[in-house]
């Protein structure tokens, strides 16, 4: 208790403010196929690269401190192709490969054609996010891993270096869509700020991006983590393609 009230003074005294942000991976042939890909490793497409390469050079001068991806292919080629174009402050320290930013686990029904799954969910009387298949992940299987990987942003945003940083998180659009619920359903816990719940229930393209402040702490209130949005599965870098919003990978 001691420790945790030394860091919410020492970040209150400083002011710290942690930058994250979240992109979905680029176009993969499964997405233009509709099929369902899950945990599958899927390459990016030609579009799916220009798409990473696009949003690169849009948010070329940002400086980012760390960079994360998940293990998956299609997000950690994004990643270094985002990478290429924007500045990381010590590159020797790469993008950190993480297994708690894969997308939601489908079993058997990975490589099948997303109405397969959604028809499956309505033959049980549930929707598809609320339907497991066989061998595949729960939702609360799956927030329990967005719950530690972002209790870990969280930590670090007490310890920054300087007084304003900036993490890139590469990952899914499933993940991105439950992270978000887990966010909103947890008021005791978060406070949102420019939080459009009408946009989490739509589909974040390829590559786009959501962007989230994790603001010091209220010196009135230390139980509620104060969260500011300034994006949300923005695909504006995009306007000068032809498909901003490429068929989904996960019907959640």
Known sequence: MILQTKLLNTQK???????????????????V???????????????????AHILGKHISSNVFTRAYSSDLTRAAD???AILSHSRIRKPSAGIVLDKRLRERGYGVMEG???????????????????????????MSQVQERIKLFFQDMCNLANNLENEEEDFLVVTHGGWLKIFLIYLDS?????????????????????????RIQILPWLE???????LQFLSIYDTSHLKSTEKTVPTYESPT
Request: proline share 5%; net charge neutral.
């Open 112 to 138: 099948q054609p997303v109405p397969l799954l959604i028809e499956e969910a309505k033959r049980h009387g549930l929707k598809p996010i609320d339907f497991t298949p066989e061998g595949g992940e729960t």
């Open 78 to 80: 994004t990643a270094e």
């Open 186 to 210: 947890n008021p005791q816990l978060f406070s949102l700020a420019n939080f459009d719940k009408s946009k989490v229930l739509g589909i974040c393209g390829n590559t786009g991006v959501t």
């Open 13 to 31: 005294m400083r002011n710290l403010i942690l930058n994250l942000t979240f992109v979905r991976h680029g176009e993969t042939i499964h997405n």
């Open 220 to 226: 009135t209130d230390s139980s509620c983590r104060r």
């Open 33 to 51: 196929n509709g099929y369902l890909q899950g945990q599958t490793n899927a390459q990016l497409t030609e579009m799916g690269k220009s798409q």
